[in-house]
């Protein structure tokens, strides 16, 4: 979609179904802007997520967001009803913010360290993670 960004903060809101976002594999949706990659996101077993992102030099662009998930489902083929297309996830309107969110913005959430704080819960080593969002 093409659209001109009000400010460099830019959110969005996913639902993911369980029924392509299962198990410890989940799937990956990823947001780009203008051609470059700007978030992976790690979805797993369903639900909704508001991801948000400062993105800057795009205030007052048209800029071009495209996004991917590498898992689909047809709700035909398991039975839910008689829809034969190959869904995602569902996407809200892109919406530009004014102010900072208090969840903050970025590709990652905070992680706790481990005793001595040298290491991230999911192995690495700083105060951010490897980009895995759980739902």
């Given at each position: 979609?093409?659209?001109?960004?009000?400010?460099?903060?830019?959110?969005?809101?996913?639902?993911?179904?369980?029924?392509?976002?299962?198990?410890?594999?989940?799937?990956?949706?990823?947001?780009?802007?203008?051609?470059?990659?700007?978030?992976?996101v790690w979805l797993v077993d369903g639900g909704s997520r508001y991801l948000y992102?400062?993105?800057?030099?795009?205030?007052?662009?048209?800029?071009?967001?495209?996004?991917?998930?590498?898992?689909?489902?047809?709700?035909?083929?398991?039975?839910?009803?008689?829809?034969?297309?190959?869904?995602?996830?569902?996407?809200?309107?892109?919406?530009?913010?004014?102010?900072?969110?208090?969840?903050?913005?970025?590709?990652?959430?905070?992680?706790?360290t481990d005793v001595g704080g040298q290491r991230t819960a999911d192995g690495g080593?700083?105060?951010?993670?490897?980009?895995?969002?759980?739902?």
């Open positions: 979609m093409h659209l001109r960004a009000e400010t460099n903060l830019l959110g969005m809101r996913v639902v993911a179904q369980s029924h392509n976002s299962k198990g410890p594999e989940g799937l990956t949706f990823d947001v780009s802007v203008d051609g470059e990659l700007l978030d992976s992102w400062y993105v800057p030099g795009i205030k007052g662009k048209v800029i071009e967001i495209e996004t991917e998930v590498d898992r689909t489902f047809k709700p035909i083929r398991l039975g839910i009803n008689e829809d034969g297309r190959e869904l995602g996830v569902a996407v809200s309107p892109v919406w530009f913010l004014r102010i900072m969110p208090r969840e903050g913005v970025g590709f990652y959430g905070w992680e706790k080593f700083g105060g951010r993670g490897s980009g895995r969002a759980f739902l």
